[in-house]
């Protein structure tokens, strides 16, 4: 079993930035990718980021340029560096931890998933 548990997310103004966390305990050694799915209020749960054990890195297009994923050396904890922040970008932060991609992009079933931190985008 992996727990996750994430942390940073709070309330900022348009434009601003935050700093998402992550880390990861029990048994992460068949963690292979971890990543970050938000979910809006009366949304579906979309993909964030995705960051492989070799450092590769994917992002929604809604996210590009302005969001950036990363992990320690250890490969147990990611983080997500929000910049410019925008309303739309208001949702529950979920982390999740799997032994591939397609688990960490929903693809298929498994993976490891964090309880959420609220990001609220807002003047």
């Known amino acids: 079993q992996v727990q996750l548990v994430e942390s940073g997310g709070g309330l900022v103004q348009p434009g601003g930035s935050l700093r998402l966390s992550c880390i990861a305990s029990g048994s992460t050694s068949n963690i292979n990718a971890m990543g970050w799915h938000r979910q809006a209020p009366g949304k579906q749960r979309e993909l964030v980021a995705i960051?492989?054990?070799?450092?590769?890195?994917n992002y929604a297009d809604s996210v590009k340029g302005r969001f950036t994923i990363s992990r320690d050396n250890a490969k147990t904890t990611v983080y997500l560096q929000m910049r410019n922040l925008k309303p739309e970008d208001t949702a529950v932060y979920y982390c999740?931890?799997?032994?591939?991609?397609?688990?960490?992009?929903?693809?298929?079933?498994?993976?490891?998933w964090g309880q959420g931190t609220q990001v609220t985008v807002s003047s």
């Open positions: 999740i931890a799997g032994a591939n991609t397609a688990q960490v992009m929903g693809v298929i079933r498994g993976g490891y």
């Open positions: 960051i492989t054990s070799r450092s590769d890195t």
